[in-house]
């Protein structure tokens, strides 16, 4: 936990007697910031972040209650803690001040041992609190870490000598997500290719995925129809399932030997399909329901024929559902559009380019949910 002596206090006053009496009152506790009015604090704030803010209200431009807000809106100031010192001893200013998000307030004139003792309280519970948020990002770390080595990484190798160029991109919301895909060698004429959406966020989705990806793995190398496969796995995921939780899959089987493609999904949406001199479309819909969510889920499986330079490109909806500032949706259309811009480029290249697209579109705005994409070439 960070030492107490290391924390740094902000004092908003526009008096300078003032500052000067809690500065003394608290120099050699802390490291001390001073600002005479709210812009100067807003100022300071965003160029080194305070570990608290002792605030004035009754200031020239902006007030004490606005600079609270403000300090709340920020991502960076959002929890440091505030607390009011103000002559306005009124209860209806008091709790305007927690409205806006104080944590503290302490009418003036003050005891500056009732002082000193309150922002020790303050820094001590902040102290406490960022040591316990850094042990949840670290355990988040190594969790991401476990997950993504859930995941199949040399996808070359996997499908060397088959004709399949394989790639798959991968980027939780958080730090941990619900997206998932596999690409498994079952045999030396079979490829297995799935990708999945985990209902939720966060750890219980992370833990369902992988739940999904063990089961999902077993039943690929035992059963030849991607129905079959999705619908064994339903059972297996219902069977026990408390939180009731359900994921959305797609399904494909790569006969070589019969230069076929199996096709199955359970409640997921289309994959893209590109095939020489052809505009890329949406194909395959799912026939059956998510998994995990009820017993007997009757999915259905489509069989077509490997042509060289076909290309079979799966997707979560973090790519389709990607929404910018102005809650616009990158939607299938520019999907599409974004694929044929390359549709003569290497699967790498092609998910590069659709990712770079999305961020684009996105102009900044926070990533909603998992992006997830995998691509499937034929070569012949």
Do not use: W
């Not at 600079?67 to 002559?87: I, K, N």
């Not at 490829?191 to 959406?197: E, K, Q």
């Amino acid at each position: 936990m960070k030492n107490l002596s290391d924390s740094r206090v902000l004092i908003v006053d526009d008096v300078k007697d003032n500052i000067d009496v809690l500065v003394n009152a608290l120099r050699d506790d802390y490291k001390l910031s001073v600002a005479l009015d709210g812009t100067a604090a807003l100022k300071s704030a965003e160029k080194q972040v305070p570990d608290l803010v002792l605030l004035d209200i009754l200031m020239p431009g902006l007030d004490g209650y606005e600079v609270c807000r403000q300090l709340r809106a920020r991502e960076a100031t959002r929890e440091v803690p505030v607390m009011f010192l103000s002559a306005l001893e009124d209860v209806k200013n008091k709790a305007h001040g927690f409205e806006v998000g104080g944590n503290d307030y302490l009418t003036k004139p003050f005891e500056l041992l009732e002082v000193k003792a309150r922002v020790h309280s303050l820094l001590k519970a902040k102290a406490y609190a960022d040591a316990v948020k850094a042990a949840m990002a670290r355990d988040l770390r190594i969790a991401n870490e476990i997950q993504m080595g859930i995941l199949p990484a040399n996808l070359a190798a996997i499908t060397k000598g088959t004709g399949l160029d394989v790639h798959a991109v991968i980027e939780p919301a958080r730090q941990v997500g619900g997206d998932l895909y596999e690409v498994l060698r079952a045999s030396d004429s079979r490829v297995v290719v799935a990708l999945g959406d985990v209902s939720g966020k966060g750890i219980p989705a992370a833990l369902f995925m992988a739940v999904t990806v063990t089961v999902l793995r077993t039943l690929a190398r035992q059963i030849e129809q991607p129905d079959e496969i999705l619908r064994r796995l339903n059972d297996e995921l219902v069977e026990q399932n408390p939180r009731g939780m359900f994921v959305t899959l797609q399904c494909l089987v790569f006969d070589m030997k019969k230069r076929r493609v199996l096709c199955a999904g359970a409640g997921h949406h289309q994959l893209a399909l590109l095939a020489p001199g052809q505009a890329p479309r949406l194909a395959y819909p799912s026939t059956g329901r998510p998994i995990g969510l009820m017993p007997a889920n009757q999915i259905e499986c489509e069989s077509i024929a490997l042509e060289p330079g076909q290309t079979f490109v799966l997707y979560s909806d973090g790519v389709s559902e990607a929404m910018n500032a102005g809650d616009d949706l990158y939607g299938e259309e520019r999907f599409l559009a974004a694929l044929d811009a390359q549709r003569n480029a290497t699967p790498v290249d092609m998910l590069s380019h659709v990712l770079a697209d999305v961020r684009v579109f996105a102009d900044g705005a926070k990533q909603s949910d998992d992006i997830t994409m995998l691509a499937v070439r034929y070569t012949g």
